[in-house]
């Protein structure tokens, strides 16, 4: 089946660094990506959709100079934590649609990030 | 804006047992509604995808309903097992012209024991 790949799967950086989380699919390509994001106890709110050839739309409330997003091609989104703080310690994963006239999607592992 | 909820948030059987998780939407007009698992620190699987035009979908000893009138969708499954101990999710699309993004409720977190 379709697998969606993170790296890395865990990252502890320092307050101010930035840090790159990327997102593959596998066996497939895809055009379209979602970031999601999850905190401790609480459910995944999607955070932004990642286009491949055009920048990237965010959800209400999630800034995109902190979250910077780059389809580069068609197997691969990075998100980009910049200046991290401790309140952006969360969990991301992604997910990708197996194509784009179907609702199946795949998740990604997941990424765990702290802010030291 | 659609809300999603689930109930109950934690739930704990004995093995063998069936299990049934509730979800409730208030925005009707989805196109589809899934049901994920999360075990901890992990991804999402998917279990059952139902489309607005069906009222059920069956994955061996899974099976979901959507009831899209009364917004709602349970998540059944039968004679439970240890291995089924993790969180369960359902998501729908936020809008009808938001193709590809979900929703998530809060999830049911279910322990089997044996």
């Known amino acids: 089946g379709a697998v969606v790949s993170q790296h890395p799967s865990w990252v502890i950086c320092k307050s101010g660094t930035s840090v790159k989380i990327e997102c593959r699919s596998l066996d497939f390509q895809a055009t379209t990506m979602f970031w999601y994001r999850q905190f401790p106890k609480q459910s995944l709110m999607l955070m932004a959709t990642?286009?491949?050839?055009?920048?990237?739309?965010?959800e209400q409330g999630v800034e995109k100079d902190k979250f910077l997003i780059n389809h580069a091609s068609l197997t691969l989104s990075t998100l980009t934590v910049t200046s991290a703080h401790p309140e952006d310690s969360s969990f991301y994963i992604c997910?990708?649609?197996?194509?784009?006239?179907?609702?199946?999607?795949?998740f990604g592992p997941g990424t765990r990030l702290t802010v030291l | 804006k659609q809300e999603v909820t689930q109930i109950p948030a934690a739930l704990s059987v004995p093995e063998g047992e069936n299990l049934v998780l509730n979800c409730s939407f208030t925005d009707s007009a989805i196109y589809n509604l899934q049901w994920f698992r999360q075990d901890p620190g992990k991804g999402l699987t998917s279990l059952l995808l139902i489309q607005s035009s069906q009222r059920e979908q069956t994955s061996g000893r899974l099976n979901a309903s959507l009831d899209k009138s009364s917004g709602r969708s349970t998540l059944y499954i039968a004679a439970s097992q240890p291995g089924d101990s993790a969180t369960y999710l359902c998501?729908?699309?936020?809008?009808?012209?938001?193709?590809?993004?979900?929703?998530f409720g809060a999830g049911t977190q279910v322990v089997v024991t044996p």
């Open positions: 998501a729908v699309p936020p809008a009808t012209d938001s193709w590809g993004k979900l929703q």
């Open positions: 997910s990708a649609p197996r194509a784009q006239n179907t609702d199946t999607q795949y």
């Open positions: 990642s286009n491949e050839g055009s920048k990237a739309t965010y």
